[in-house]
């Protein structure tokens, strides 16, 4: 059995403090989200190579805590190459990505941790360095998903920034402060 597709609307995250993880990510400032990035991409690295039973699933409908990093990896890949997007292009409306059928296509379960970790690392110090290079002008470019919803960069990054610090409780249980 697999995991529950992803087809829920997340932006409501932007809005309010996510009762599961505890992270407001509407109130985190733009300023932030590449700190925050980078923390949680070490903790990523860190469940993914430092844990023993890191391609055991708790149950059989949840990840293993490998299936969350492959993911994860893929998200910060993903996001990385949509802020490029919306830095180049005026409004551009972003293709759908659907989770469900790249954890399968991709074959999330059997992957190599390591190299996870090393592939993780990368994309979120590609995507900390874009980040960090924002300048001002740039924070309310557009973007617009395949579903409709809309962001601008600094949405963008917060809803990012929930993304990857909800897996992590998904995993470790941490609530965010
Ligand atoms: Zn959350």
Redo the contacts with the bound molecule.
Sequence with gaps: MEPQPDTKD?TW?LRRR??????F?GEVPIEKIADRAEAAAAEWVQILTASAGVGLRPKPDVWSPLEYGVHVRDVYQLFDARLTLMLVEDHPTFENWDQNESAIAGEYAVQDPDRVAAELATAAESFVIRVRGLAEDQHERAGRRSDGADFTVITFCQYFL?DV??HL?DVTGQV?D
Excluded: K
């Design positions: 997340w995250t996510c009762p599961d993880c505890g992270l990510a929930h610090v909800h409780w965010e």
